[in-house]
């Protein structure tokens, strides 16, 4: 029997989902729940990666997010990305990111992030590597990065206007798939020098 064009999509669809689990790892520190702590690949002589996180506060009072140890690299800041004038700039929490009482805060692709500074060894896609995040009244919270592929989490051009900009400035070492037509996905070389560390 031919499936039908439904049937296929289905399981298209089923497949899609495989490969992306819905269950991201949790941890629970006191009252904060940090979720889906994550990484992506860079390329050989990257010396800088970021960190993506976000973190929920259950408690009354504001916790905040200084920093953290990972064994893959040789500091870890906290760095917060904007849009100035145009130019995606990124600088460093010097005391932290606060995590609101009652508060979630997210650390993603183009906001808010974790940098990885000294890179020992590049990431490696489907790798998993432990590390501590540090708050201020929570203390030191062990989680496990998994590596994702920045290649696969280019989003399509027409989805969110600021994702393709954002993500190729973002630490300056995304690498634009082969396939990448078109300037919006490639990182402007300007952006990458006012972004220097
Ligand atoms: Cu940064």
Not at 126 to 144: D, R, S
Not at 150 to 177: E, R, S, T
């Amino acid at each position: 029997m031919k499936p039908s064009l439904q049937q296929l999509t289905l399981t298209a669809l089923l497949g899609l989902t495989l490969l992306h689990p819905a269950q991201a790892r949790e941890y629970q520190a006191g009252t904060l729940v940090i979720t889906d702590p994550y990484t992506r690949t860079t390329p050989p002589a990257a010396a800088v990666g970021g960190g993506f996180l976000s973190v929920t506060n259950n408690a009354d009072t504001a916790d905040r997010l200084t920093g953290g140890q990972v064994d893959f690299a040789e500091t870890v800041e906290v760095h917060e990305m904007h849009m100035t004038d145009g130019v995606m700039k990124m600088r460093q929490l010097e005391n932290g990111l606060e995590i609101p009482a009652g508060g979630r805060v997210e650390l993603r692709p183009g906001g808010y992030h974790l940098m990885f500074i000294g890179l020992k060894e590049p990431l490696q896609a489907g790798a998993e590597h432990a590390g501590t995040l540090q708050f201020e009244k929570a203390g030191e919270v062990a989680v496990v990065f998994e590596v994702r592929d920045i290649n696969a989490m280019q989003p399509p051009a027409n989805n969110a206007p600021m994702n393709p900009a954002a993500m190729a400035a973002d630490h300056l070492q995304a690498q634009p798939p082969a396939s990448a037509s078109g300037a919006a996905t490639q990182a402007h070389p300007d952006t990458m020098n006012s972004n220097s560390q």
